[in-house]
């Protein structure tokens, strides 16, 4: 058992193991010549696990009960949640630079400020931490409380959590929009089209298309709100309700297990998405796509060409 971080083999080896399958989802995306943002969403997502599993095996100590803890623990997290911010950027504007925004794209924009602001503030916690900490087993050990750094780091980690699945939440609400609009359009032709899987494509109807990309388009944000990453939230509030220790918890029902299977799904479903819904074309920029204001500019640009 590591100390203030869950050391338990089922949940590092799952660690590497979900490094490697969402690697293997960047190569795929790579190879089929898929946006370099889409890419990105998986590289950097396999990076922060492997920077975690580090943090879970090699270097399971962190400054939870005193000042004692391993230095490499705070770098090794650092570069975990700095990866992984940058892949929820990296979705955002896989969408802005695709697909465009229904409206506008300032939610997009505040949140990306917001999620690399957290990134940055998580940083500096770690390097205050790395400054800070005392190597174990030496005198400081007295149990005296964690350094004000490691609480900062901790309460981070739990609101980039909220912005994680906000950011999946948001892209996920334009593809609706998109799909919706497509999907009518598509029913009224009754054209045939392809659908790209993992190792293979079907030919299906339009319709049957967009409705399979909706499903996978619910699924994506949804996994990451029920069990994955948003269970570790669940799990903290539990276990200070009912005043456990939150790491016993967390070990001892197998947690990161199933919050790794969540995130497994969502990226699964973020591949899929990347790969087939289409993108907008004719856009003069990201953010103006099906805005009230292009379309207008659409309709007088067709009347002047008519006059």
Same mark, same amino acid.
């Given at each position: 058992m590591g100390h203030g971080v869950d050391s338990e083999a089922s949940g590092w080896v799952t660690d590497y193991m979900l490094c490697a399958c969402l690697l293997s989802f960047a190569g795929s995306l790579y190879v089929r010549k898929a946006s370099m943002h889409a890419v990105r969403t998986q590289i950097f997502m396999s990076g922060g696990y492997l920077f975690g599993a580090l943090g879970h095996h090699v270097f399971p100590y962190r400054a939870y009960t005193d000042v004692c803890g391993l230095r490499a623990f705070y770098v090794v997290w650092m570069l975990a949640y700095g990866s992984q911010c940058a892949s929820a950027i990296s979705w955002c504007l896989w969408c802005d630079r695709t697909l465009g925004w229904h409206l506008t794209r300032k939610p997009m924009i505040v949140l990306c400020t917001l999620v690399t602001a957290l990134g940055l503030a998580i940083a500096g916690g770690c390097l205050s931490c790395?400054?800070?900490?005392?190597?174990p087993g030496s005198r400081a050990c007295d149990g005296s409380g964690p350094p004000a750094c490691d609480t900062f780091v901790m309460n981070l980690e739990g609101l980039f959590y909220l912005l994680w699945g906000g950011a999946w939440a948001l892209v996920g609400t334009r593809i609706?929009?998109?799909?919706?609009?497509? +999907?009518?359009?598509?029913? #009224?032709?009754g054209t045939e089209s392809v659908l790209h899987f993992?190792?293979?494509? /079907?030919?299906?109807?339009?319709a049957t298309r967009f409705g399979l990309l909706h499903v996978a388009n619910a699924i994506a944000p949804l996994a990451l709100l029920t069990y994955g990453p948003f269970l570790i939230l669940y799990v903290f509030f539990y276990s200070l309700t009912h005043g456990l220790e939150v790491t016993d918890v967390y070990s001892r029902n197998n947690i990161g297990i199933i919050y790794h299977a969540g995130v497994v799904t969502t990226h699964l479903m973020t591949f899929y998405l990347a790969l087939n819904v289409?993108?907008? +074309?004719?856009?003069?920029? #990201?953010?103006?796509?099906?805005?009230?204001s292009t379309r207008k500019s659409?309709? /007088?640009?067709a009347k002047g060409k008519a006059e």
């Open positions: 790395i400054a800070t900490v005392e190597p609706f929009l998109l799909l919706r609009e497509a +999907r009518r359009d598509a029913k #009224a032709s993992v190792w293979f494509k /079907l030919s299906v109807s339009e289409p993108p907008v +074309r004719g856009m003069t920029t #990201a953010g103006a796509v099906g805005t009230p659409a309709r /007088l640009a």
